[in-house]
């Protein structure tokens, strides 16, 4: 008779497990597809070019013999020219322009392939924690793995995909060790846990965290002694390496003593009144739900099958009577229209999982909150978006169970469309319009149609103009000189791209090259991205003239936060303005 049930409980599940391999694939393709579809954007820039020197000079350097890539006032960099971000992301980047070749694919593919393996790690998880729950399975995983946003990460050569796939390897590992009990897990998840770390140090210490908290809530009481004193080697191995690794490179113990100094200190301390750590909880709460990344709808309903389901536990410690047990055996056969026997507390504990690293990523982050009307980025709360997207994979199920037609229209809704945050949703940088959408439809339409953006504008029009080694300078930062650099620094050098209270050392610097503080030369060209401020003009008119006003959009807007991404190109609205000096 078992074995029958066993049987039939195979047959049930695998056209789930048929439908669910269709959805990977179709991600797979989605992950792969057209990666050179548009240029590199400043953050891949910098990647890209910090990893082609990898792979050229055998080192993490800012220098590649030409030119000098440093974050802002060379703050990136430590006085060995190294820079001073984790290192996995430019070692994987170095592989990619290894196999590929140095170009958008080499730089995005290796990233993807890793998001792809992410997706499996995810599936491994659901049936770890669900596995008598086909159907659920295959809504969470395809909320998961047909997300634009999701995807977006995938396939951008930065530390996106790396955060996800340790988030979910660290957690299914975990998981295992927790039920198996073999060393061989634990030191698989200890592994991965400095693999976090060496990708990204705010995120992957607040996967250490959020793994620590998770186990404290669900586990404390059956942990031994012995498995503690386990957990903290494990913890003090990768503290010890992450130690040695800040010190070798300058963070800790030298000129940057600070991450925080490091990255944000040109912003000025912070002078609200709401302490920081407050601030930063609810700006991750506020922006969580404004991008669709928790649908506030949802998360109510769910707030409240979870608070029936704890009421009716704690409830049920208290004696019942011989009638109530007959009437609770009477109403069994209502649960499967009712759904009291969805898995609420299972789906609970993976969205707690995200939302520990979610605030713990917000707490640790380095970037000043206060600038920009209140805003962290996204991306540090990356791998919980997987976590998170499981509520609305269990409404699904809710609804389906109540009615297929109301299933279907529920799927389609909250996974082609941003409607879960409306009307809510966060504004777009560029336009300052809703994030309000088809996006899937539109990512699919973008990745399908390639387009220039105004780096490869600039790009080929300096490559058809301009002799080799001419002198170029872009005012500011994050305004193209980091992606420029990439992409024809071997034709042109790029000038005052440091100020003199840089910390970088002077001596060094002038041994690099004569023209890479401000002030140091003229440049034979100037780049503006965006209108030209008359004070500007009126400043080097004498000296310069137009040559060019390039039709196309200043800035790059394939960043993939929503908030930042644009699904096609925009109006040129004050194009770029190239400048070359008279005589």
């Known amino acids: 008779m078992k074995s029958i049930k066993v049987l039939s409980e195979r047959i049930y599940a695998k056209p789930y497990s048929v439908l669910s391999f269709g959805v990977f694939a179709i991600a797979a393709y989605l992950c792969l597809v057209n990666l050179d579809y548009v240029g590199l954007w400043h953050d891949e820039a910098v990647v890209s070019f910090v990893g082609k020197n990898l792979l050229e000079q055998g080192d993490i350097v800012g220098w590649d013999g030409r030119n000098l890539m440093g974050g802002p006032n060379g703050k990136s960099l430590n006085e060995d020219l190294r820079d001073v971000a984790p290192p996995l992301q430019y070692v994987l980047t170095a592989v990619g322009f290894a196999i590929f070749g140095v170009n958008e694919i080499g730089a995005r593919i290796l990233h993807a392939l890793v998001g792809f393996l992410a997706l499996g790690f995810f599936y491994l998880i659901l049936r770890q924690h669900l596995p008598n729950h086909p159907r659920l399975q295959f809504f969470l995983f395809l909320f998961v793995a047909w997300s634009a946003q999701l995807l977006l990460y995938f396939r951008q050569s930065r530390y996106y995909a790396v955060t996800i796939l340790c988030m979910m390897a660290g957690f299914y590992f975990y998981e295992r060790y927790c039920r198996t009990k073999k060393p061989v897990c634990l030191g698989v998840v200890t592994l991965i846990s400095a693999l976090a770390f060496f990708n990204h140090y705010a995120c992957g210490t607040a996967m250490m965290l959020s793994l620590a908290g998770y186990h404290l ?163 540090y709360y990356v791998a919980a978006l997987p976590l998170l997207l499981a509520m609305k994979g269990l409404f699904a199920e809710w609804t389906w169970r109540k009615s297929k037609i109301v299933g279907v229209a529920v799927v389609a809704v909250l996974l082609f469309t941003s409607a879960g945050a409306a009307p809510f949703n966060i504004p777009t940088v560029y336009t300052g319009e809703r994030t309000l959408g088809f996006h899937l439809f539109q990512f699919i339409r973008e990745i399908h149609r390639p387009y220039r953006d105004s780096i490869q504008v600039v790009a080929d029009y300096f490559l058809q103009h301009t002799e080799q080694d001419d002198l170029i300078y872009v005012p500011g930062y994050y305004v193209g000189r980091e992606e420029l650099t990439f992409y024809i620094g071997h034709r042109i050098k790029f000038c005052n791209v440091l100020d003199r209270d840089s910390l970088l050392p002077s001596d060094r610097v002038d041994s690099l090259r004569a023209s890479l503080y401000i002030g140091q030369c003229d440049p034979d060209w100037i780049v503006v991205f965006g209108p030209v401020q008359q004070e500007y003009w009126d400043r080097i008119k004498a000296h310069y003239d137009v040559t060019a006003v390039l039709d196309v959009y200043h800035h790059t807007t394939q960043r993939a936060e929503l908030s930042r991404h644009e699904f096609e190109p925009l109006p040129a609205q004050g194009g770029v303005h190239i400048f070359r000096r008279k005589g």
């Open 217 to 379: 809530l669900f586990r404390w009481r059956e942990t031994t002694v012995r498995e503690w004193v386990a957990f903290g080697s494990c913890g003090l191995i990768i503290g010890a390496l992450g130690l040695v690794y800040l010190v070798f490179i300058g963070l800790i113990g030298g000129d940057r003593d600070s991450s925080v100094a490091f990255l944000t200190g040109d912003y000025g301390e912070y002078q609200g009144t709401l302490p920081l750590f407050l601030l930063r909880i609810w700006i991750c709460v506020r922006d969580l739900f404004t991008a669709d990344w928790i649908s506030w709808p949802v998360f109510l309903w769910f707030a409240g099958m979870l608070f029936l389901v704890l009421r009716k536990r704690l409830s049920g410690t208290a004696k019942h009577s011989r009638q109530v047990r007959r009437a609770r055996h009477r109403q069994s056969a209502l649960k499967e229209a009712s759904g009291e026997d969805l898995p609420v507390i299972a789906v609970g504990k993976i969205v707690f999982l995200g939302a520990l690293f979610a605030l713990f990523s917000a707490l640790l982050s380095v970037q000043s909150v206060w600038l920009r009307g209140m805003t962290l980025d996204l991306r």
